[in-house]
C-alpha cells in the first residue's frame, strides 16, 4: 500500500467498506473549510452590526487581503512540487 502526492493511500477500499484514513491533505481542507465557514457564517452578523451598509465593501476588502496572504502559500507549494 503506497501513498500518493496528497498523503492518502493508494489501496481501494473493498465494496461497502469505509477508508479509515485521514491523509495530510483531507486534515488540511477539513481546517480550511472549518476556517471559511466561521468567518462566513459566524462574523457575518457581527460585522453587519458594525459596517453598516459598507458590509458588501469590508467583504470585498478583506477577499483582496485574503488573496494577496494566500499567493505566498501558492507559490511555496509550487516550489515545493519542483
Same mark, same amino acid.
Given at each position: 500500500?503506497? @501513498?500518493n502526492s496528497y498523503g492518502t493511500t493508494n489501496a481501494v477500499p473493498q465494496e461497502g467498506t469505509l477508508?479509515? @484514513?485521514? /491523509?495530510?491533505?483531507t486534515i488540511t481542507m477539513i481546517g480550511v473549510g472549518e476556517m471559511i465557514g466561521t468567518g462566513l457564517l459566524a462574523l457575518t452578523g457581527i460585522a453587519a452590526g458594525v +459596517? /453598516? +451598509?459598507a458590509l458588501v465593501q469590508v467583504f470585498l476588502l478583506n477577499g483582496s487581503v485574503t488573496a494577496f496572504t494566500a499567493m505566498p502559500y501558492a507559490g511555496w507549494i509550487c516550489w515545493r512540487r519542483r
Open positions: 500500500m503506497g @501513498y477508508s479509515w @484514513y485521514l /491523509g495530510l491533505f +459596517a /453598516g +451598509a
